[in-house]
């Protein structure tokens, strides 16, 4: 297979370029919160309902249920015995589950009905996992604005009959419905409509290959169109925002890819 045919459809690797290691003492912690956050998902899935809530309801269920089946299907399933550390992405679900684990051995601390070594045992724990979230805020994120939803999304539609020619020049299969799922999950992510997308920002720094790979067929067509309005046309203010903001993102997620 050439390089040429694999361009913009192999190499996707789930959470390329946001991978972190768990350090061996909290290995086993962010497990069973894996575990926890599944169950705390299908406790807050919605009831059926005639009304659009239900499907609404379901896509965040399912979207929080995906990113911990994801990172146990690295870790996996089986609860760690050893004492080594784990190399993962870094979804929202990860930072969550160790979020909680603090505030849990935070209360833990405070409790004047435990003994003092577990108190003590508790507080040390806190101390470790914060060190952990605290080497976390310097790693470089993908921040998508609420207004630039439409663009990206333009985007993955673009990247999606990239895909398909890739299947009919004859590129693996696996490896293009990787990259489908890819542009699905940025979808889901921002929403695959105005109607559904978040009302604020959201974090795609997991995401930030397929923001790389799917966002030069757009900055292409905006930069022509740039350059080819005049500067009295009312179209050209709006087209040179959008390649601004767009430009951002793209250089932002090359920066998070250590580009």
Known sequence: MSADETAGVTGHDRGAGSLTTIPP??????????????????EDAPQATSGPETRTGWILTLRRMAAALDALDVMGW????????????????VVKVFERQVEHDHWLSEQANELAEGRSRAAEHVATVERFLASLSERPALMIPVAAFPLVRECVHEGIPMVSEAIDRGVDLRECGRRLNALA?????????????????????????????VAPAILETLTTAVRELSDGDAEKPKNEGELRLLSGLYAQARKVLGE
Request: proline fraction near 8%.
């Open 78 to 93: 089986h609860e760690p015995t050893g004492e080594q550390p784990v190399t993962i992405s870094l979804p929202p679900v």
């Open 185 to 213: 999950e940025l979808l889901d992510l921002i929403g695959w409509s105005d109607d559904e997308a978040p009302a604020e920002d959201v974090d795609a720094t997991e995401h930030a290959g397929t923001v790389k790979e």
């Open 25 to 42: 003492e909290l290995v086993l912690d962010l497990h069973r919160g894996l575990y926890a956050e599944l169950t705390m998902a299908c």
